[in-house]
């Protein structure tokens, strides 16, 4: 009996220890199962991550590409004068209002000094005709009336050489010389203001440009670092000024050298009809004294 019971011990030992055994390798594997599920939706995660990060990152780089294309329409449809107006208010009111009133002022003298060449541009193989007829008909107060009724310089010389014709040759001669002079000194006038303008509008440029880098350094100095945007606006602002100067200069450059070479061509039309002048006048002299 005492035997007996001894085997059903060891077998009910021996029958537990393997259930024990089976049950941890149950509950083993179940662990496992579980881990390696996480681990396939962790990574399952970070692949839905990863593809939601691409698709905000394409996304940003079409929108930010967008905007760019839309900014970029936008300053294709702006007009030239528009786009002028933004960079004069960038520059600054104080100098590049100077700059403007130095433009305005020379364009204002260059208006009036083309209109008043270009009435001033007349015929003067015309007018030498019509004061040799008159001389021939009706003598020098003939002459003297056909150039008063004709407006220009070079009738204005002919007036005064007629006016002196009594006294001799060379006195017309002086005469014309002289008054030559007067009316050269017409058409010059205001000729050395737009110059003026001319070499005045780059240095005012110049000058706001020292004035806007003085002004970016100060800028850094009070941040206590370069900041690119601190520079780069002060720069901007200073080289503004430098074009809108230029600009100008450039301008007044091309129309004062209209006017100076408009000028001289009536200073030569009147020095080659007051010769003309002359020897009519010595012509009809002589033929007075032979008359």
Request: glycine share 8%; proline share 1%.
């Amino acid at each position: 009996m005492k035997k007996l019971l001894t085997l059903f011990a060891i077998a009910s030992f021996l029958t537990f220890g393997i259930s024990n055994r089976s049950f941890a390798q149950e509950e083993e594997e179940a662990i496992t199962e579980i881990v390696d599920s996480a681990a396939m939706a962790a990574e399952k995660a970070a692949e839905e991550a990863e593809a939601a990060a691409e698709k905000a990152a394409a996304d940003a780089e079409a929108a930010a590409k967008q905007e760019a294309d839309a900014a970029t329409a936008l300053e294709a449809d702006k007009s030239f004068h528009q786009v002028l107006k933004e960079k004069f208010i960038e520059g600054g009111p104080e100098f590049m209002g100077i700059v403007l009133l130095c433009l305005i002022l020379g364009l204002a003298i260059v208006i009036e000094r083309i209109i008043y060449l270009n009435m001033a541009t007349n015929n003067s193989s015309k007018l030498l005709a019509n004061v040799e007829d008159a001389l021939n008909s009706g003598g020098v107060d003939a002459a003297k009336e056909v150039c008063r009724n004709t407006s220009g310089p070079v009738a204005s010389i002919f007036y005064q050489g007629l006016d002196r014709s009594h006294e001799g040759v060379e006195m017309v001669e002086k005469s014309v010389v002289s008054y030559g002079s007067v009316q050269m000194g017409l058409l010059e006038k205001g000729v050395s203001w737009i110059s003026l303008f001319i070499a005045l509008a780059p240095m005012l440029g110049f000058m706001g440009t020292v004035i806007g880098m003085i002004g970016a350094f100060d800028a850094i100095e009070a941040a206590g670092d370069i900041s690119p945007s601190l520079v780069a606006g002060g720069i901007k602002i200073a080289l503004l000024t430098t074009v809108f100067g230029l600009i100008v200069a450039i301008i007044l450059q091309i129309f004062y050298n209209y006017i100076v070479a408009k000028v001289d061509s009536i200073v030569n039309d009147m020095e080659n009809a007051s010769i003309s002048l002359i020897d009519l006048l010595v012509a009809h002299e002589l033929k007075n004294k032979k008359a």
